[in-house]
């Protein structure tokens, strides 16, 4: 009978002991992970700041030569070092939410059929896939296809419409871009329509709601917020395109006068320009249109954030 104890309080010893191992071993992974993700984020934080303070100093010849006039001035002349970069975010900021104005309805509408009506089956999968090639498609694949393509149909309409027939401008770019961010919103508009829970939907339809009522007062309300996460992603490609629109926006240093006219992009005019730049003053001029598409970018973002905060607690 001891003897039974005795090998009872043993095994109950060792256990303890085991326990107590595994208790420390599980300790110290959690703390490896939790240090690995702490620094990871710090260092994310780091390279953030690290490229903004890159930008600036970089500018400094620039902001000390042009001051605030910088932005407002609406002159590009590298001959007499006269630099405004107004132009250049004009140009950016239409020809991207030209792009998303159009991409919104046909994002959505290929969300809801993804999402809602058609899940599963031989046509679903080919459409998403379809969609999520666009998406890795290089961008002067699209330039391309923009200026063989694109252009020559831009042309044509332009002339039935009595206007300049240029074919390229901002109109012909934003139809592009609306092309190449269309993956984006598309995607993550799916991913959360199709995260709405069933019983709610089901709740809305016995009580007498059509399908169009449980999509207008079920499911985009539930999934608003994703869907404007993935607008917002679209938008911040859409600024940050280059190769592309270098190609197809007519490159004109001047403040657009309509959508079918040429125009800059900022990130156009340093693709276009950086390289054959002379002197400090240019160099620093076209970097600091680098540090304001930057600028514009954060911005946006940051707003887009608390639009979507106010989804959520709407």
């Not at 006219?261 to 249109?289: K, W």
Request: hydrophobic share 50%; net charge neutral.
């Amino acid at each position: 009978m001891e003897s039974t104890l005795t090998d009872e309080t043993a095994i109950s010893s060792g256990l303890a002991i085991l326990d107590d191992k595994n208790t420390r071993k599980f300790r110290v992974y959690d703390s490896a992970f939790r240090k690995t993700l702490t620094y990871s984020s710090l260092l994310f934080i780091a390279l953030l700041v690290g490229m903004f303070i890159t930008l600036l100093v970089q500018s400094m010849p620039s902001i000390k030569e042009f001051g605030f006039s910088f932005f407002t001035s609406t002159t590009w002349d590298p001959v007499n070092i006269k630099f405004g970069s107004l132009p250049f975010l004009v140009g950016t900021l239409i020809t991207s939410f030209l792009a998303l104005a159009i991409t919104i309805p046909f994002s959505l509408s290929i969300s809801l059929f993804l999402g809602e009506y058609y899940r599963k089956g031989f046509f679903s999968n080919l459409l998403r896939n379809c969609v999520e090639l666009l998406g890795g498609i290089p961008s002067v694949i699209y330039g391309f296809w923009g200026l063989f393509f694109l252009v020559p149909i831009m042309r044509s309409v332009e002339e039935k419409m009595g206007i300049p027939p240029l074919g390229i401008g901002i109109l012909t770019t934003s139809v592009l871009l609306f092309i190449m961010i269309i993956p984006y919103s598309a995607s993550i508009g799916r991913e959360v329509i199709a995260l709405v829970p069933e019983n709610q939907k089901e709740a809305a339809l016995s009580l007498g709601a059509t399908k169009y009522e449980v999509i207008k007062s079920v499911i985009l309300p539930y999934a608003r917020s994703g869907i404007f996460a993935g607008i917002l992603l679209a938008l911040g490609r859409a600024l940050g395109e280059t190769m592309a629109v270098t190609m197809v926006i007519g490159n004109s240093n001047a403040i657009p006068k309509s959508i079918f006219g040429p125009a800059s992009t900022m990130a156009s005019v340093i693709a276009n320009e950086f390289t054959e730049a002379t002197g400090d003053v240019y160099v620093a001029s076209l970097i600091q249109i680098g540090l304001l598409l930057f600028l514009v970018t954060t911005v946006i973002s940051i707003i887009g954030k608390k639009i979507i905060k106010r989804f959520e607690n709407g």
